[in-house]
T-cell receptor, first 115, second 112 residues
Framework: NAGVTQTPKFQVLKTGQSMTLQCAQDMNHNSMYWYRQDPGMGLRLIYYSASEGTTDKGEVPNGYNVSRLNKREFSLRLESAAPSQTSVYFC??????????????FGDGTRLSIL | GEDVEQSLFLSVREGDSSVINCTYTDSSSTYLYWYKQEPGAGLQLLTYIFSNMDMKQDQRLTVLLNKKDKHLSLRIADTQTGDSAIYFCAESINDSWGKFQFGAGTQVVVTP
């Protein structure tokens, strides 16, 4: 049982290049999330997908787009990378149940540097 | 700004107890969580507590919740070097899509 798988694990881009970060989960979860982690700032939500076919903006969506390809996969795209997008990106998924204790499950992250 | 606040750093001697504190602001939170992040890895769920509970114990971990003060703490008994990590508290907000609000994380360093 792989859980949440993110690819790639590391990437270096030049300013202006585009890139898609991939995320897949095998737990049949309906909700998926993209976060970025920066020192001293914790995790900030970029986009989320409450269920297959829906996506919505989180706290810091500017410069990013997402696609919920199917129930398993949720990708994050940087159309024109900027140095401010240097960060560690985490994908998470959750079984969505009202008033439940279902936690979010995280991938191991993608470490992205933009020069 | 963040709705969940944590101190950024804690140093503890091996064998002592660690206490990591967290304050949150959303009174509608139903569950509160503690996650652990080891270097180069993602966040792993450690434990959680329902908002109508005061305390939960799970082996070396004790979670205390003061709902009146919106204060959450995680106590790790007999702290080991393997407990060195960043610890995040998170609140789930009772809405339809499971939004979590994370704190900035507390870096715990265990010294021999």
């Amino acid at each position: 049982n792989a859980g949440v798988t993110q690819t790639p694990k590391f990437q270096v881009l030049k300013t202006g290049q585009s890139m898609t970060l991939q995320c897949a989960q095998d737990m049949n979860h309906n909700s998926m999330y993209w976060y970025r982690q920066d020192p001293g700032m914790g995790l900030r939500l970029i986009y989320y997908s409450a269920s297959e076919g829906t996506t919505d903006k989180g706290e810091v969506p500017n410069g990013y787009n997402v696609s919920r390809l199917n129930k398993r996969e949720f990708s994050l795209r940087l159309e024109s990378a900027a140095p401010s997008q240097t960060s560690v990106y985490f994908c998470a998924s959750r079984k969505q149940e009202t008033n439940s204790n279902q936690p979010q499950h995280f991938g191991d992250g993608t470490r992205l540097s933009i020069l | 700004g963040e709705d969940v606040e944590q101190s950024l750093f804690l140093s503890v001697r091996e064998g002592d107890s660690s206490v990591i504190n967290c304050t949150y602001t959303d009174s509608s939170s139903t569950y509160l969580y503690w996650y652990k992040q080891e270097p180069g890895a993602g966040l792993q769920l450690l434990t959680y507590i329902f908002s109508n509970m005061d305390m939960k114990q799970d082996q070396r971990l004790t979670v205390l919740l003061n709902k009146k003060d919106k204060h959450l703490s995680l106590r790790i008994a007999d702290t080991q070097t393997g407990d060195s990590a960043i610890y995040f508290c998170a609140e789930s907000i009772n809405d339809s899509w499971g939004k979590f609000q994370f704190g900035a994380g507390t870096q715990v360093v265990v010294t021999p």
